[in-house]
């Protein structure tokens, strides 16, 4: 079918639009490949656990078992259910968030600029493309100004690419959807959407490559790897011995897979995929979005956070609190007195309107930046009697902040009339140079800004200038200037600061303030927020120091002002190479390198660019720091957890491997069967996932300095700890099956062996979730997913033992009440062991 591409700047009217997206589908490109079920059924049966488990139920049905074969399957569906549901939770988690992340774009329809999810994008879409955002689709520009796309992900090439709907180069009259608008604007018609455009030929390929693991899944992968290695040697060693011994291979083939599913910890792959998942969607809760998973991994361990000032630390609702103008009619004379208005007055005298009028010139005629909004804001208060140029001039000509000159220009033409004027705001020192202050002067004016910056206010630079001609100026250097005066600006600070700074400095991490600020306003703020004892850095001091110096500097700097985006990169490569794990914040075009250099990027949510939450590993809904602090919190939490996790699943895999292996090497009847193992799985499996993922954080969390992530999540003192809680538990477990032995019958013993065995377990969960000499205090703070854990793996044993057609399918026998007693309190004995083990190892 053909379609009229055609359209007027006025763009699709509504139902147009909804017929075209009914018709062509979303605009998406469907780089995450879901897993269908089926699929995700053939991974799970894949692995290890339940290939061994397959078999053994085969060869029970081989030997003519086919009751305890049939049965066997019974216990390998309910843990495939139980693996299923963990998985398919976490799968359910990351796309929830991947919803949450989803882009916006604008458009203009019937002739209104509507903000849409770029996934209703359609075919024919008038699409505005602003500094800072995301091309949403395929288009054919119709108009821009000063137009530059970051085309990179399409051609590799890093430099911006200069767009112009007039272009004679085909593709410079273009725009690609995935790439990323670093300068100026536009409107583009849509030409192709979703997988029709060029970025969803490529996303074909791009949802084929596979994600690389993250840290803790490649050392845990070494771990299992080496542990499968060992457990395959012996497992064939075991089987052969038996089989030799004895003669029966099949039965010994039997014991052999008993013996690898009570070693092999098929766990950890449930525990790094649901941790990290729930760790995402609970850091959603608090108001952190997760793009990238491996960034939770990070967080927790944060030693510096590199924070923006504006709504992040302050409210970003600013309003005009002071201004400045000379006393005398000669711009270029020190004027005796410095004339102050203050926003407690209810009138603005008219020496002050010249100032407020080009301070609002100088900004965007429909404001978005809550700065220029207090000047509009203040201008209705005040300016509502005269006619002021920006409501009845037009904006011919725009001169944007660079980081070599830090202010922002306007020209402005009433009419037709040839004479135009021109506005500049800026950082004071930057417009003083566009004036061409004398040094005595300078420092007069910068001794009233310094004034006013004591007092925590954003200080901003007015001048005007007249232009007359046809060809404006490539810099703003070559108007002439005359200095009008300063503008004083309060942005107050979040309620909440100064608390989540107190909680950072509790757990010895380094903040640093870093802002475009003048330096005693920045100073001033830092000190509001409880940011005291360090020292300041300014930006043109950064460009003067070596790597070397700026490494040293940055040791004891709490605050770093008048710093350009590009800076930011420098401070996070210096402080990274202090042996720092870098979090930094960021929300414009130009602090994308440094979000993507630190080791988290934190890209705000509500006023950051698409191309700086393109860059982040996570994205903050409200852009407030105590969010921050709160997901860093978290982030140790799930650390913390994953780590009492690990330490569980390899301490409780030591006693089930030392009852599946002493009895072969003994000589004696197995006590553990492929059966009794897939019963143990099914109490393992919610204790090392539900159960710890649920535990709260520890009371003094953020107590403690942060973790070295050069050691890994378990490394040797941790797989001490591990087996001697194993050990401990073996201990007591072969103290109860010595007890029985000698006087019960295979069936009881084995039942008293699994009594004190599953009671040892409930214990060794609720010693882990405590940290060292805190046991007691730990159960004040419940943890009902652990309780409920535990309750229902002994309600599960007592029916094992105590239900007859259970009980012999199992090859289990109902206690006398004295040995009955011995194994509860063999299986309690076991708690004092593990916790006094736990503090000889803290104390080394």
Not at 274 to 291: D, N, Q
Not at 475 to 494: I, K, S, T, Y
Not at 651 to 668: E, F, Q, R
Not at 693 to 722: S, W
Request: hydrophobic share 45%; charged share 15%.
């Amino acid at each position: 079918m053909t379609r009229n591409h055609h359209t007027t700047e006025s763009g699709l009217s509504l139902n147009e639009a909804a017929l075209r997206l009914a018709q062509d589908g979303p605009n998406e490109i469907e780089l995450h490949i879901k897993r269908p079920v089926w699929r995700r059924l053939l991974d799970l049966l894949r692995q290890p656990m339940f290939a061994l488990l397959v078999a053994a139920a085969l060869l029970y049905i081989v030997l003519g078992d086919l009751t305890e074969g049939l049965t066997l399957a019974v216990f390998v569906l309910a843990v495939l259910v139980l693996t299923f549901y963990q998985e398919g939770k976490s799968e359910a988690s990351i796309e929830a968030l991947r919803q949450l992340t989803q882009p916006h774009a604008q458009v203009v329809r019937a002739g209104q600029r509507l903000t849409i999810p770029a996934r209703e994008v359609v075919l024919g879409d008038c699409l505005v493309l602003c500094e800072g955002g995301r091309v949403a689709a395929d288009g054919r520009i119709l108009r821009s100004d000063h137009l530059e796309i970051d085309e990179s992900l399409l051609t590799g090439e890093s430099a911006p690419v200069e767009k112009n709907h007039s272009s004679q180069t085909p593709d410079n009259a273009l725009v690609f959807a995935g790439t990323f608008i670093v300068r100026g604007q536009g409107l583009a018609q849509v030409l192709a959407t979703g997988n029709r455009s060029q970025m969803g030929q490529i996303g074909v390929v791009l949802g084929q490559t596979d994600h690389a693991s993250t840290p803790l899944q490649e050392q845990t992968a070494r771990l299992v790897k080496v542990l499968a290695t060992l457990v395959g040697v012996l497992c064939v060693v075991m089987v052969l011995t038996l089989g030799l011994r004895n003669g029966q291979w099949l039965p010994a083939m039997l014991s052999g897979i008993a013996l690898a599913m009570s070693i092999l910890p098929e766990e950890y792959s449930v525990v790094l995929t649901l941790f990290p998942a729930m760790g995402a969607h609970r850091l959603s809760r608090e108001g952190v979005l997760t793009r990238h998973i491996n960034a939770i991994e990070t967080l927790g361990a944060t030693s510096v956070l590199c924070t923006d000032k504006t709504g992040t630390l302050t409210q970003n609702r600013m309003a005009v609190r002071s201004l400045a103008v000379s006393s005398t009619a000669m711009p270029t004379a020190i004027p005796s007195a410095i004339l102050r208005w203050s926003s407690t007055s209810t009138s603005l005298d008219s020496p002050f309107h010249p100032l407020l009028e080009h301070a609002i010139l100088a900004s965007a005629p429909q404001p978005f930046d809550p700065m220029e909004i207090a000047f509009h804001t203040l201008g209705e208060t005040h300016l509502k009697e005269t006619e002021p140029l920006y409501r009845t001039g037009q904006l011919v000509q725009t001169y944007g902040l660079s980081t070599e000159l830090k202010a922002m220009s306007h020209v402005w033409q009433k009419g037709q009339d040839s004479l135009r004027v021109v506005s500049t705001k800026g950082a004071p020192e930057a417009v003083m140079d566009l004036c061409h202050l004398s040094q005595a002067l300078r420092r007069h004016w910068l001794d009233c800004a310094d004034g006013m910056a004591k007092e925590g206010l954003r200080v901003l630079g007015v001048a005007h200038s007249r232009f007359e001609g046809g060809m404006y100026p490539q810099n703003p250097h070559d108007f002439e200037f005359e200095w009008l005066g300063l503008v004083g600006l309060a942005d107050p600070l979040r309620p909440e600061i100064q608390q989540a700074v107190a909680e950072c400095q509790s757990a010895g991490i380094q903040i640093i303030m870093i802002t475009g600020d003048y330096p005693t306003t920045a100073q001033e703020i830092a000190r509001q927020a409880g940011l005291v004892g360090g020292g300041i850095l300014s930006g043109k001091e950064l460009d003067h120091f070596n790597e070397s110096d700026l490494r040293n500097r940055l040791r004891k700097i709490t605050v770093c002002a008048r710093i350009s985006p590009h800076q930011k990169l420098r401070i996070v490569q210096a402080l990274q190479a202090n042996g720092e794990i870098v979090t930094m914040t960021g929300d414009g075009v130009n602090d994308a390198p440094a979000l993507k250099a630190a080791h988290v990027g934190i890209a705000m949510g509500g006023r950051g660019t698409d191309v700086a939450r393109e860059a982040a590993g996570l994205v903050l809904v409200d852009d407030n720091f105590a969010s921050i602090v709160r997901g860093i919190r978290l982030g140790r939490r799930i650390f913390g957890n994953l780590q009492k996790s690990m330490r569980y699943i390899f301490a409780i895999h030591i006693p089930i491997a030392g009852i599946a292996l002493v009895p072969m090497v003994m000589g004696w009847p197995p006590l553990i069967l492929p059966l009794h193992v897939a019963l143990l799985e099914l109490i393992i499996d919610p204790a090392c996932s539900v159960a710890f993922e649920n535990e709260p954080a520890a009371a003094d969390v953020m107590q403690h300095p942060p973790r070295n992530t050069r050691e890994p999540l378990f490394g040797k003192r941790e797989i001490g700890l591990a087996m001697g809680q194993g050990f401990c538990i073996f201990l007591c477990v072969g103290l109860s099956f010595a007890w029985g032995y000698g006087f019960l019958a295979e069936a009881q013993v084995r039942s008293m062996v699994f009594i004190t065995l599953i009671v040892a377990n409930a214990f060794l969960i609720l010693a882990n979730r405590a940290s060292v000499g805190r046991f007691w205090a730990s159960l004040r703070v419940p943890n009902f997913t652990a309780y409920a854990v535990i309750v229902s793996a002994l309600l599960a044993l007592a029916l094992a033992i105590y239900w007859p057609w259970l009980a012999a399918l199992l090859k289990f026998a109902p206690l006398p009440l004295m040995a009955l007693g011995a194994a509860l309190a063999l299986g309690i004995a076991s708690l004092p062991t593990v916790i006094a083990l736990q503090w000889a190892v803290q104390r080394k």
